[in-house]
């Protein structure tokens, strides 16, 4: 393993399901070869994919973590997005800190616009469900979001890849950002990063340390949550949760919140609605402000429902 290249180490790293198309500015989805099938975050054409993310050469990369072996879901790392504005980076380093009361390493990294990624990377695969609850119990101890948890999903359905996180260190980002800071906060060189992070692999038994951190969220007493088919909601909210393509997925995913406002949906069963709905658009996945701009969703429908309720009386 010593004889591994820097290139190779950083793939080794960040190994998944299925590898994104992660453009500056523009859509995140899945990265496919010619026959339309999502290609694999491992193996040698991984590896080249990686060489052309950090050095210029091919697509800005994302992986999608989950893979499956032996019938199970599993993982190579677990990650948390924080794009909670200025506090952002005192949560990253709270949750760094927990971490390493448990001797785990995690690593922070500046993400692409003013969040703070923090990065586990594993000695051995491990269970995604195991790495979803250690890692939202320890957000939860130091009360840091858990909204952007990866693993976001612990399994998938036929067809599904779930969400992706950008990779850091892609060719031409800004000075200073989508790359790994030291404790002064002062920018780390790639080789620093890998360096640091394939010495200090977490073991699948210091993950598992984390399990009693993790407490299951209290169930929303709310009806109209009990599944999120589809099969609860109609009118322009079921047009487009059940279309396959969106002309303006920014204005469906408004009308949509304003749909289910309408129909007397709580704003917990909206918001978990939204994502569940971006997760088939792509509008937002993968991005930073994901958590924001799900959020000025429902507010901005909130509004146009208060003028339209107005305009009526």
């Known amino acids: 393993m010593d004889s591994l290249t820097l ?173 790994g800071i030291d404790d002064d906060d002062t920018p780390m060189e790639l080789n620093t990063y890998v360096d640091h992070a394939w010495t200090r692999l977490a073991s699948p038994a210091s993950i598992r340390q984390l399990l009693p951190l993790y407490v299951d969220p209290e169930p929303v007493d709310d009806p109209l949550e009990r599944t999120r088919s589809g099969d609860n909601f109609g009118g322009l909210a079921a047009d487009i949760w059940e279309a396959d393509t969106w002309n303006d997925r920014s204005n469906d995913l408004c009308t949509f919140a304003c749909s289910l406002l309408g129909q007397d949906f709580s704003d917990d069963a909206i918001i978990a609605l939204l994502y569940e709905l971006d997760n088939k658009m792509c509008k937002y996945v993968g991005r930073s402000d994901r958590q924001v701009r799900i959020r000025g969703i429902l507010e901005g429908a909130k509004r146009e429902k208060l003028h339209l309720d107005g305009a009526s009386t």
Not at 32 to 38: L, R
Request: charge should be positive; glycine fraction near 12%; include cysteine.
């Open 7 to 179: 290139i190779e180490k950083f793939a080794l790293l960040h190994r998944g399901g299925a590898l994104a198309q992660c453009p500056v500015g523009g859509a995140v989805k899945p990265l496919t070869d010619s026959t339309g099938v999502a290609r694999p975050a491992n193996g040698g054409d991984y590896v080249d994919a990686v060489q052309g993310h950090l050095g210029g050469s091919g697509d800005t990369l994302g992986v999608y973590p989950l893979f499956k072996h032996q019938n199970m879901w599993q993982v190579h790392w677990m990650a948390v997005d924080l794009d909670d504005g200025d506090a952002s980076l005192i949560h990253a380093r709270n949750v760094q800190a927990l971490l390493s009361k448990f001797g785990i390493f995690g690593i922070v990294e500046t993400s692409q616009s003013k969040g703070y990624h923090v990065w586990v990377y594993l000695q051995n695969p491990v269970s995604a469900l195991l790495a979803r609850r250690a890692m939202t119990g320890a957000c939860r101890i130091v009360d840091a979001p858990t909204q952007e948890v990866y693993p976001k999903q612990t399994d998938l359905r036929s067809g599904q890849i779930g969400n992706c996180l950008r990779l850091p260190y892609p060719y031409g980002a800004a000075t200073g950002r989508t790359c």
